[in-house]
């Protein structure tokens, strides 16, 4: 990197048109493409079958107790500020996000949903700022081999929970005190 180089914030993404979606990760911006129909429907579907009992039925026989935002902006450091596909928090951590942009504590969960685009750098760059920044769990979701796999945080590292495809109906933190039918998060096969 070159040492006179002014290493990019969330100044520099609030200068870019409203309708341009990117990051910033370890000082550079980066720009991403806007995303497939199946990639906005997988994270549709994670905000019903997670978020709705986790999210939505707070205090309506739900679990509870998170807050799940797709496609939120959330500062993890100055020059780190992500934008994941889904990302959640414990509502006794975040009290109210609504007018908060970004978010500025570190999430409980991420989701991202891989496209040909970025699936080098959600498993790669991403997953190794989220474990420096210590958000506890992580999944990785891939619409052409129809995985979801759950990763937790265990010194400093992760380490995978496993792997989950159609057919399985699984508990999966953070979110185990539901049944999630894998194969309900992608579109029909």
Same mark, same amino acid.
């Given at each position: 990197m070159d040492p006179a180089?002014?290493?990019a914030t969330y100044d520099?993404?609030?200068r870019l048109p409203e309708d341009v979606r990117a990051e910033v990760v $370890?000082?550079?911006v980066r720009v991403m493409p806007s995303t497939l129909p199946r990639h906005s429907r997988i994270a549709r579907a994670i905000g019903r079958f997670v978020g709705g009992p986790f999210d939505?039925?707070?205090g309506f026989d739900g679990p509870g107790g998170w807050w799940i935002l797709p496609d939120v902006d959330v500062e993890l450091g100055p020059h780190d500020v992500v934008r994941p596909d889904v990302s959640g928090w414990?509502?006794?951590r975040l009290?109210?996000?609504?007018?908060?942009r970004p978010i500025?504590?570190?999430p409980d969960w991420v989701c991202e949903i891989l496209s040909p685009?970025? $699936?080098k750098h959600d498993r790669l760059t991403k997953a190794d700022l989220y474990a420096r920044v210590a958000v506890p769990h992580y999944w990785i979701v891939d619409p052409v081999e129809r995985l979801l796999e759950a990763f937790a945080l265990r010194d400093g590292g992760w380490f995978r929970l496993g792997a989950f495809s159609d057919g399985d109906v699984v508990r999966v933190a953070p979110f185990e005190a539901i049944e999630l039918d894998v194969g309900r998060l992608f579109p029909p096969a």
């Open positions: 180089r002014k290493l520099d993404l609030r $370890a000082g550079e939505d039925d707070d414990r509502r006794d009290a109210e996000p609504w007018e908060e500025a504590i570190v685009s970025n $699936a």
